[in-house]
């Protein structure tokens, strides 16, 4: 939040600037920026260039859900020890990358803040065109808020944009406060957006499956199988017969992804493919996640590949260019997404549950549980989501929302441990007394 940025690179859309990697050389004043309906969508789009950048998913953000959880490990050979802190669950406040999780998610709501304040004062543009535009500023805010409370708990909600000095300073918000932020703007989103086949940028039905997740999370059962049940009705999505298309771009199963290409590269497959492949190796599946797979499950062999005896992630595997797509939803999650919520009903409808869990495991040619034991089928589901996304960036989130990290995690030994510790920086400048640290650190 402490970087003022308002750059030349996302007024006008030169989406591949890394805000941490580059300072810009000049700006311009925002006044000057927006005076078209072009200049709003080139704005939009400039909201979107966070997500691009290393410490977000172009690497960090997509990994250390993996990493602070039992899905990847740290080798011992790895030179990054920021990394080593999240494997073993001991994260410094001082940690550079965790800090630049925090920097890159409120700049990315501070270019969405300015561009929402714009839209108004553009001729022009029809109230609906208005609205639009704001829906897809709002899911990008929702996004960006939703990934900070995830990881650190209540955070400070910036409506406003952040200019000059003076509106700096900042309390935390509750988690419910924060929670109820995030649904009101993707409410708004999925009442206001279309059905676009563009999966790179929101949609009514990626909000919606936003909103089933966040649901989910808060434990708002019912609104999460309503949502989720609409995706899947209504929303254009079939599962893919082959795990391994999956990671194919803009897939019949994608329903939101970050885009990437040679420009704005990721480096997923650099930092999990071994050293004689000119990876980095800075992470590797964890030995228990390998051992864990049940024999004939094809996301075994869509998911990993080996150097010898040592395993590594395949999902994102373009090493040279670093130009796949990074997927935030898909349509399988929506199915787990329905299937826990439906065994957290008091009333359970097992059927329903095993029917969604079963269109998981029959893809992944494994077969059809008949299990009746509603604690047995969350299980299930816990144990589903562990393999299906493996290395897509869920793990943690899916063991600390319930309450189950210090019972999977033998590193996790207290309730602290499931809240990152907010950014050193952000304690020692930002002065208002309601910005306090995370318990245990």
């Keep these: 939040m402490k970087k003022i940025i308002l750059t030349v690179c996302l007024l006008l859309t030169i989406i591949s600037c890394d805000v941490l990697d580059a300072e810009p050389q000049s700006s311009i004043e925002a006044s000057e920026a927006f005076k078209t309906k072009k200049d709003i969508d080139k704005g939009i789009l400039g909201a979107y260039a966070s997500f691009q950048s290393l410490s977000y998913y172009g690497r960090t953000f997509h990994l250390f859900s993996d990493l602070s959880a039992d899905n990847l490990s740290h080798p011992l050979a790895a030179t990054a020890a920021v990394y080593a802190e999240v494997n073993n669950n001991n994260i410094l406040p001082e940690n550079g990358s965790v800090s630049g999780i925090w920097s890159l998610a409120y700049d990315g709501i501070n270019v969405a803040n300015n561009v929402v304040q714009k839209v108004p004062t553009i001729e022009g543009m029809t109230s609906e065109e208005q609205d639009k535009a704001l829906a897809e500023l709002y899911f990008i805010r929702a996004l960006n808020h939703f990934n900070l409370l995830n990881y650190f708990g209540g955070v400070p909600i910036k409506l406003e944009?952040?200019?000059?000095?003076?509106?700096?300073?900042?309390?935390?918000?509750?988690?419910?406060?924060?929670?109820?932020q995030i649904i009101d703007d993707l409410t708004f989103a999925a009442d206001k957006l279309t059905?676009?086949?563009?999966?790179?940028?929101?949609?009514?039905?990626?909000?919606?499956?936003?909103?089933a997740r966040v649901y989910l999370y808060q434990k708002d059962y019912p609104k999460a199988i309503a949502m989720a049940t609409d995706v899947i009705k209504n929303g254009n999505y079939s599962l893919l017969t082959n795990y391994r298309d999956v990671f194919t771009d803009e897939s019949s199963e994608s329903i939101f992804e970050i885009f990437f290409s040679q420009l704005e590269r990721n480096r997923i497959a650099e930092y999990n493919f071994p050293t004689s492949l000119n990876g980095r190796r800075e992470v590797e599946p964890s030995v228990d996640l390998v051992s864990s797979y049940q024999t004939g499950d094809a996301r075994f062999n869509a998911s990993l590949a080996f150097a010898g005896t040592n395993a590594y992630a395949i999902k994102y595997d373009d090493l040279s260019l670093g130009a796949d797509n990074v997927i935030v939803l898909r349509l399988a999650d929506i199915y787990l997404i329905r299937a826990e919520a439906e065994a957290n009903l008091p009333t359970v409808?097992?059927?329903?549950?095993?029917?969604?869990?079963?269109?998981i495991r029959n893809r992944a040619n494994l077969g059809s549980t008949s299990e009746t034991s509603v604690s047995k089928l969350v299980r299930i589901i816990e144990n589903e989501r562990r393999?299906?996304?493996?290395?897509?960036?869920?793990?943690?989130?899916?063991?600390?929302?319930t309450n189950r990290a210090t019972a999977v995690l033998p590193n996790v030994k207290s309730i602290n441990q499931t809240l990152f510790p907010i950014p050193i920086d952000e304690i020692l400048t930002n002065n208002d007394p309601g910005m306090v640290q995370n318990p245990g650190y």
């Design 387 to 401: 393999f299906e996304f493996a290395f897509e960036g869920h793990r943690w989130f899916d063991l600390v929302r």
């Design 195 to 211: 059905t676009s086949g563009n999966k790179t940028r929101a949609s009514k039905f990626a909000a919606k499956a936003l909103l």
């Design 161 to 180: 944009p952040t200019i000059g000095v003076d509106n700096l300073d900042a309390p935390r918000n509750t988690v419910g406060e924060v929670y109820a």
């Design 349 to 359: 409808n097992d059927q329903a549950v095993r029917d969604d869990i079963n269109k």
